[in-house]
Every structure is written in C-alpha cells, then in structure tokens.
C-alpha cells in the first residue's frame, strides 16, 4: 500500500519509534561500556519504571511525580542491586554475569506479577498531551510527540553528563581501558555503582515515559529488551552515540517494512542486524570489540 | 502413579500441581495397582496410558496454558474453570449432575487429579508440559489451548501418544479442520461459526459495500479467523478488503500497523487481535485515532477485554463469543455456573472458564457413558453424538470433526453509561443456533485418524 503520504507518516512514526528505542537502549549500553555487564535485567528494570510510576501515579495522579517516582525507584534499585549481587560478579565469567541478570529479571517480573496480577495497568498521558495532532500530512497521538522531546533533552542529559563532566570523563576512559582508570587511582568500584545507578535510570525512566504508550504488563519490558540488544548490536555495543543511532535505523526499520510487508518487519529487523554483524562486527559505531 | 501433593512454581520451567484431597490414600491405592488389573482389561491391549492411569483410586488430568505472555490472563481464567470443573466432578455437584447425569462423585468411581503447567502460549512448551503429565502421572486426559498453535501441536501429540486432547479456547478452524484428530475435541466457537454467525449481523448493521480493515496475529488461529471473515463479508456483503496488517504474536507496538489502516480509507476496522495484543492495539488504535473514522469489531471475543480496555472504547463494538453470563436469565445451567464461579473466585466467568468447565463436564458424561477410560471406547461414547444440556442449552458433538455443535453469542459493548453493573459490559444481541453456522465436516479437510 504504497503512497507518498503513507511513506512520510511511516517515516515520521519510525522516528519517534526509534527515539524511545534509543533511550532504552543508553541505558543498556552505558553498563555494558564500563561495567562489561551484560544486563539482561534491563528489561525488568524497564517494567519496574512503569510499575513504580503507576502505583505513583494512582497515589499522586500526577504525571511528573509518577515519572520521577519511577525513574528514581529504578535508580536506587539499580545501585542497590550493583553493591549486592552484581560487584561480586565483575571478576566472574561473561555466563554467570548473564544467568544473575536474568535471574534477577525473573524475580523482578515474578514479584510484579505476584502483587499486581496479569492484568495490563494503565497510565494515562497527563491532559495537556492527551489526544491526537493534526501534523498536516496526518493525525499523530500528541502524547508521541511528547515523547520525543522528552527523548531528546533525556539523551542530552546523559550526552552532558558523560562528555561535559569529570565523571563523564572517567566512566569513557573506563570504556577504553578500566586497569589504566583503576591504576591512576580512581576509585573504579565507586565509578561503576554510579554509572549503574544512572543506567538502570535510563531503563526506569524509559519504563514510565512509556507506559502511557503501551500498558503496563509484567512482561512489557521482555518484549522491549529484545529489540533494545538489536539496536545495540546494531550501534555497537558500549557506544553511546551507537544507541541513539541503533534506535533511529530501527525506528526505519520496523516502520518502513510495515508499509510493505508488515508480516516481515520484525524479520528485517533481525536482517539487518545480521548485515551490520557481517559487514562490521563491532557495529556501526563500536570503538573496538570486546574480548 | 498418582503424585501426591506439592507446590512448586518456577517461571518457564515446569509448573505442577496435584491436588492434595485423598492424597496419601490415592497415592498408598495407586501404587499397588501396577499389581492389579481390572478384569474387563484383559481382552484389550493396553494403549497410551491405559490401563495403567485408571487403575488406581485416582485419574490425572494435565492441564497446561499460558500463565505468562500475552495471553495469561485469559489462561488464567481457562484454569479456573477446569479447576473448579474437577471440584465438582470429585464433589458430585448439582451442575456437573445437570450436564453429566450419571456423574456421582468423581468419574467412574475415581477421584480426579491434575497438575498445571505455564506454556506461555508456545507450542513447544505446550507438548513438553503434557509429554511429561503422559510418562510421570500416566494422565489419562490432556487439555491445552488458548493459543491454537498450541492445541493444534496438541492434538498431534494425543493423536501419536493416544491419550484424549480437550482443546481449551482455539479459534482456528484448523483444530477440528484439517489438523483434527481422532483423539481431540474441540467445545468453543471458532472462525467459520464467529463469520457465519456475526457477518450478516455485521451487513445488517453497517450496510453493504464496506471497506474492511484487518489486523491480524500471524498464526493459525489468526490467518483463518482472517480468512473466514473475509470470505464471508466480502461474498454475501459485497465488502471489500482494503489492507489485512499481518502482526507477531505479542507485538510491543502496533503504531505501524495502525497508521497502514488509517490511511487505507477503510469503514470498519476488524481486530482479530486476541489476549494483551487486542488490549494494546486498540488502546493504540484510539491514541492514532482510527476509532474516530472507524468502526471497530471483535469478531472473535476476548474474556476481559471490555474490563481491561473500557465501556468508553468498547462501547457500540460488535463482537461474537461462546458465553458471555448475561445469557443467564434464559439458561437456567448458566445461571449456577455463575453463581458457582462468583462465589469461587469473586467475578463472573468469562468464555474460557465456560468453555473448560464444559469440556470437563462432557469428558465426565462420555467416560460415564463408556463405562471404561478405554480411550476407543470413550472416544466412541464421544461420537454417539449423544444430546447433552449445557450452559448455552441443547449440545452435541459433531462425530465426523469431533466439534461440539453449540451456539454462538453475538454481543455488542455496553458504553460505560449504560452499564448496569460493574460487569456489566456487553449486551447480548442474539444466540444463534450453532449448527446452520458450522462447514460441513469434511469441507476444511479433517480426516480423524485411528483409534488405536
């Protein structure tokens, strides 16, 4: 069903698609940069975002507060979770960092289910984003759009905190090479329960900007993580600037193919994925690969 | 041998529960019974789990269905109904005696025991769970579905492993089309009985010449619901089929997929959509405004929607369905079902607890009926075709594709206004005999199989 219009709102779509897929994926990418932990908690990390928004919001009815709830509950879970369990698993093998973090992202979706149910949650969008924009070539959900500007001054966020600051400055020389960090007397163990903190942030953040998106299930963030570890190896895994990059050719993806084929969006997805793995392993804007 | 009690839950891996009444003397009676054969056992020789499974004090019926993935709430609630279905069998209830009057307690003298099992609507998951119910507790019955990829796989293993396959929800016309098997049944409406049953109230409704909009999950039970929509709509209602969006089961998004049908100028859209994805793509569906230039359908019903999404988007929808409990002021059986379940759990059955409550119920009259868990046997009993009351009045199953002849419910959704209840959520527009609605048996191209 292919026309001119249909293109651009397809087009359009994937952009804000890939927006929210870019933010998630930071996250992900930020621990794995520093820490070389594989998260695989990060989709639960994700869900418990909405989780904790919803039961703020329903407590507040306050769409600031219940984002703020949940981007703050994922962070303090985030560093709690890094002292706890994750530091012991630092000198261990890549295998056993992946069982904990799934694990750990079956309890967290176990307790969610555990105390709210199967039953989907529903956050609304605060009322000065609800309803739908006329955009000129189409109508778009104003909430969507919301979204997207919430995206950006997130992703410059981090962008300012990891280029701008000291710390920033540590945790990318820790991404190239953490014994020379470490040997300079930087406090690494310190360095990684913060970068934890602030990408678990990311994915709780995410979690409740998202929810009025979809709503809520204890499995929301198992579908999303599949996708964020496409945009990932597609950025390049560890690259911040690969995440958003990675999210936005996603974005594309999905979208464009839908107009054509929407059986085979997900596939191409997976197509291209394959194609950036063959034709350059480390991604598109991996610095190096990992050993 | 029968398992004792136990309660054991672990995601993805196994979830098992027997029941726990009579257990050491289910377990001390079956134990010895690897010992002691019925006398009637001898001129027959033994096939699947029999005779092992029936020789003790107790029979073991696996379930499995999805607890998890898109499709568990309504797994939930198909649980609940074979869960409560047992309970009366074993208790000899006044609505179990109503369906299945030779019932007394428990089905030939045996106690009914189960394990449950968490799928997630995969099919491989799905015959793992029961593979092992078949060799660990020797089950005697099998009950799966929800997803029909599912009850589909199932009725393939109870075919090989001969042991009988109630189909809980399956949509696809393929479960008793041409994936039907000899060992399965099927008691739910599905995609041939929900167009011939909602598509001439669908014309009546919106006129003739409409363009029609599809979105549907990319399975079976997806693909012919699709397909027998359309045909219907499109041949008797001169419609047309402007775009069919094929989505994943489980998608996280549907906004690609909506934009393609608010830009195909289509009338009326129809979500064949089912579980959480029916929830998410018509919540998306309102947030991209296609509710505003379209008309939404729900050819296929689904438990919980209307109290998931809401009167306020649900309102006016035109859906079909096996059960729906407003029905109760002219079933007098689905009044004590709803009063049973209610009392139970504390809400109004939907249409997958009915449909599993009646599975049982009529596994009950067949077995009873047979006189034997001799699978031919109760199979045979199955295809007299025996008239049987329900909860939606006068059933029977169809010997040639083992589905049961019963009718289906169109409904329409209530607004949020109108409600005169808190379940309130759909009225019940018209209960069509099943019969006129179904294909002819051979038509989708079931040949059953063997009973041995």
Known sequence: ?291 | MAKSSGNSTSRRGFLQRAAVTGAGLGAFSAGGAQFFMPAFAADKPAIGTWPAGSSGSSVFVGLTAPRTGTYAVQGEDELKGAQLAIEHINSGNALIKAISPKTTKGILGKEVKYGIADDGAKPNNGVQNISRFISENKAVLMMGGTSSAVAVALNKLAQREKVIHLAMVSGSNDTTGKDCVRYGFRECFYGQTAAAGIGPVLVKAFGKGKKAAYLTPDYTYGHTVQKSMSDYLNKEGGWSTVTNQVCPLGAPDYSSFLLNIANSGADIFLNINWGHDAVLSIQQAKQFGVLDKQKLVVPYQVPFLAREVGGDLMGGVYASTSYWWGIEDKYPLAKMFNAEFSKKYGYMPEWGAQCTYLQLALWAAAVEDAGSFYPPDVIKSYEKGTKRQSMVGEVHFRPEDHQLVRPVIIVRGKKAADMKGKEDYWDVLEVLPGEPLMQKPDEFGCKLGDYT
């Open chain 1, 1 to 291: 069903m292919f026309t001119w219009a249909n293109l651009v709102s397809q087009m359009f779509n994937g952009l804000v698609l890939g927006a929210l897929l870019a933010l998630i994926s930071s996250g992900l990418t930020i621990i794995y940069g520093t820490l070389g932990v594989l998260n695989l908690a990060h989709g639960a990390m994700f869900m418990m975002g909405g989780y904790a928004g919803y039961l703020a919001f329903t407590a507040t009815g306050s769409y600031v507060l219940a984002v703020a709830a949940g981007a703050l509950f994922v962070m303090v879970l985030g560093v709690v979770m890094e002292r706890v369990i994750i530091r012991h698993f630092y000198s261990r093998p890549n295998e056993d960092q992946l069982l904990v973090t799934f694990g750990l992202s079956i309890v967290f979706v176990e307790l969610v289910r555990f105390f709210f149910g199967s039953l989907s949650r529903n956050v609304p969008p605060p009322a000065w984003a609800s309803g739908v924009t006329p955009l000129g070539f189409m109508l778009y959900p104003t909430y969507r759009l919301v979204v997207v500007g919430i995206v950006v001054v997130a992703l410059l966020v981090l962008y300012f905190v990891l280029y701008r600051t000291r710390l920033g400055m540590i945790v990318r020389a820790g991404i190239e090479d953490s014994t020379m960090v470490d040997s300079l007397g930087i406090n690494v163990f310190r360095v990684f329960m913060v970068v934890f903190g602030i990408g678990a942030m990311a994915a709780g953040f995410a979690g409740i900007v998202n929810a009025p998106v979809v709503s809520l299930t204890p499995e929301v963030g198992e579908m999303i993580l599949v996708q964020t570890f496409v945009v990932v190896v597609i950025g390049g895994v560890g690259s911040f600037p690969g995440a958003i990059l990675g999210g936005l050719i996603a974005g594309q993806i999905l979208s464009i193919t839908s107009m054509i084929n929407p059986g085979y969006a997900y596939v191409m997805l997976f197509a291209a994925m394959t194609l950036v793995l063959l034709v350059r392993p480390r991604g598109l804007m991996g610095l190096h690969s990992r050993d």
